[in-house]
C-alpha cells in the first residue's frame, strides 16, 4: 500500500465524488481484487474528521467492522467488496453507498507487522435491483431498488402528527418514512418526515411556514392552486437538491388517493402524477420516462440517510442505518 497516492482533504473528496474506477488510483496491490480503487489518505487527517468530512457528502455510513470485529451478516449487497481486499487486517470500515459504488474508510493492520493506516477505497456495487423479484408494494418496491436494509422501524406518533397537520396523512407515505427515516433518494428526493432535524426536513413545520408565507404574501407561487390547510390545498411532503417541490393534492377525504403535484418552482409548472407517493417514489428510480427520473442518470440507485449516530456491529446489523 506504500506506492497508492496521498491526498489532502479537498483533492480526497474530490476523487471520491468522481468515483474513479479505473485510472492512476487503481489499486495494484497484489491479491487485492478487480473493481476497486485503493487512496490512502494525508497522515494529517484523522480516521473520526475524515468519516464526517465523508458523511458530509455521501449521508450516514454503514458500519461494517469496528475494533477488528466485522459484521457477520456483511454481505455482497451491503459492503462485502470494502472488506475483501483486507482480510483479517480490517480493524474499521464504514461504508457509503453511491449510484453504482461503494466507497469506504476505516483502518487496517499493515501487512509487514501490526500498525493501524487510515484506508479509503472505491469499490464496485451490485445493482441492488438486479436480482429483485414482484415487489408485493410500491413501498417494497422502493426498499428493493435501493437495496436498503429494513431491520431498523422508525416510529413516530401519527396520531399527534397528524392532530398537529389537522388531516390523515397517505398510509404509503408513513411506511416510506418509517422504513427510510430523514434522507434523499439518489442524493435528490428528499422526504420531509415528522421531528426531523431542521425545519426544510419537517412535514409539520414546513407546512406551518408555507401556509404563514400564503397567508403573508400571496399562493401566486402555487397558481392555480391553494396551499394546506386551505380546502383542498397543497400539503407538501417533499422537495430536490433543484428547488423541485413534491406534493399532495388534498381534494379527497381519503388520503391514499391523494395525487403527487410537483412543482420547478415556477408557477404553472405543475406535473401530476395520479397514483400512491411509493409508486411515484419507485416509478422516479426506475422509469426513464418518468418526468422526475432518476433513472436517467443512475444505473443503480440508493438513499442517502441524513440520521446520525453509530452502533458497533456487535449489536446493530450493518444495514441499519
Known sequence: MDEREELHHDELLQALLACPGTGDLVCEEPGHPAGHSCLAPSADLGLPELQEAISGWFGRPRNLAMGGYVDPSVT??????????????????????????WIGCGAARDGDGDDVRLVVLVAERDNPAADMAEPTSWVDGVVAVTGWETTRVRTHDWAAVEARLGTSLPGDYKRLVEAFGAGAFDGYLQLQIP?????????????????????????????????????????????????DGFYWLTE???????????????????????????????????????PFSMARYFDAHWFQSYETG????????????
Open 195 to 243: 421531528d426531523a432535524g431542521f425545519e426544510s426536513e419537517d412535514i409539520v413545520r414546513r407546512v406551518e411556514r408555507l401556509d404563514e408565507r400564503a397567508r403573508t404574501h400571496g399562493s401566486d407561487l402555487w397558481r392555480p392552486y391553494k396551499v394546506y390547510p386551505a380546502p383542498g390545498g397543497l400539503l407538501k411532503w417533499g422537495s430536490s437538491v433543484q428547488a
Open 76 to 101: 455482497g449487497r451491503t459492503g462485502l467488496p470494502l472488506l475483501a481486499p483486507f482480510g483479517e487486517r480490517i480493524v474499521e470500515m464504514r461504508a457509503w453507498a453511491y449510484a453504482n459504488r
Open 252 to 290: 379527497d377525504p381519503d388520503p391514499d388517493r391523494w395525487p403527487v403535484l410537483v412543482t420547478e418552482d415556477i408557477p404553472d409548472s405543475w406535473e401530476r402524477f395520479d397514483g400512491p407517493t411509493a409508486e411515484f417514489v419507485y416509478r422516479s428510480l426506475t422509469e426513464r420516462e418518468h
Open 310 to 321: 453509530d452502533q458497533p456491529p456487535s449489536s446493530a446489523p450493518v444495514g441499519e442505518q
